[in-house]
């Protein structure tokens, strides 16, 4: 776990330095209005969405691992086999629509398969390891890390995204401070370039989706409280 934060952290200095010493080359300009809002718009869902695919993943691996011991199937797992780095995909992603050029979600893109596609083949192979029958048929019916449209539609979002508050609880840091720090660079460009109340105008829209998404959280709790 620690090599793989050290890498993390190393891949997130160069990004960094990267946009800090060339903005104008990462950083995309104004487009028209109307296409700008709806960037900004899908790309704080796609944050908040993946924020609650992290969170659900976590507390419920956290329940259900029997420390280690079982091979977890369910929840967000019957969704996808790795949630938490799907949850990651969608947060990138919605970063990238808010503040960046096009070009860049491609080389996100890249980046990301490559840290992440040998993190999940390494733990397959440990968890084919461990559990060898019940990952053959676990492998064979859910997919690696983009969802089935079919089983989207087919299933209840409780059965592959439950939430309870004490799993929002633990993520509620790294929730809040990705959103405020990329809501607050896209807010002082707006202010910047439209002014106060064009930016004022923005964010009522804003506002709405984050309500939308504690909604979402409150009826997820809710739906899994009432299962058990």
Not at 48 to 58: E, H, N
Not at 213 to 220: D, E, M, P, R, S
Request: a positive charge; aromatic letters at 14%; glycine letters at 6%.
């Amino acid at each position: 776990m620690k090599k793989r934060l050290k890498i993390n952290g190393i891949i997130m200095f160069v990004v960094s330095l990267s946009i800090v010493i060339l903005p104008s080359v990462f950083l995309r300009h104004k487009y028209p209005h109307s296409l700008d809002e709806f960037m900004e718009l899908f790309g704080i869902a796609f944050i908040l969405l993946g924020q609650i695919f992290r969170a659900s993943a976590r507390g419920y691996k956290s329940e259900h691992s029997k420390n280690g011991t079982a091979l977890i199937q369910g929840g967000p797992y019957y969704l996808v086999r790795n949630p938490m780095y799907l949850g990651i995909l969608l947060i990138g992603g919605g970063i990238i629509l808010i503040l960046f050029r096009w070009w860049v979600l491609g080389l996100f893109l890249f980046i990301f398969i490559w840290r992440y596609s040998l993190l999940i083949l390494k733990e397959e192979k440990k968890l084919l390891m461990m559990f060898p029958e019940a990952c053959k048929d676990y492998f064979k019916k859910v997919p690696r890390l983009m969802p089935s449209i079919p089983m989207l539609l087919r299933n209840d979002i409780i059965e592959y995204l439950p939430l309870k508050f004490p799993w929002v609880k633990k993520e509620i840091g790294s929730m809040l401070a990705v959103l405020l720090i990329t809501l607050f660079l896209e807010s002082w460009d707006d202010i910047h370039h439209e002014g106060i109340q064009v930016y004022l105008y923005e964010l009522v829209f804003l506002v709405m989706v984050i309500m939308l998404f504690i909604f979402l959280v409150i009826y997820l709790h809710k739906r899994a409280k009432s299962l058990g």
